[in-house]
């Protein structure tokens, strides 16, 4: 868990840093540190499902649908 935050604090770092650099803003430097890692982190995860099918087709498994979760009391 440190290493991921760590991974986390380096890429607000630099995301800050850029944006900063390139408009000379805080406000902007710190909106575009917020906003691009969390759609990077979107990004991240379709692109981890659409590979996981991708390797499901490869092995030739058809990847399951996903389940509907029903209460049973």
């Given at each position: 868990m440190i290493k991921?935050?760590?991974f986390a604090l380096v890429h607000f770092t630099v995301a800050f840093s850029v944006a900063y650099l390139l408009t000379g803003s805080?406000?902007?430097?710190?909106?575009?540190?917020l906003v691009e890692p969390t759609l990077n982190t979107?990004?991240?995860h379709l692109h981890e499902r659409a590979w996981r099918?991708?390797?499901a087709m490869r092995r030739g498994?058809?990847?399951a649908p996903?389940?509907?979760a029903t209460a049973n009391p």
């Amino acid at each position: 868990m440190i290493k991921t935050l760590t991974f986390a604090l380096v890429h607000f770092t630099v995301a800050f840093s850029v944006a900063y650099l390139l408009t000379g803003s805080v406000v902007v430097g710190g909106l575009l540190a917020l906003v691009e890692p969390t759609l990077n982190t979107v990004a991240y995860h379709l692109h981890e499902r659409a590979w996981r099918r991708i390797e499901a087709m490869r092995r030739g498994v058809r990847a399951a649908p996903r389940a509907i979760a029903t209460a049973n009391p």
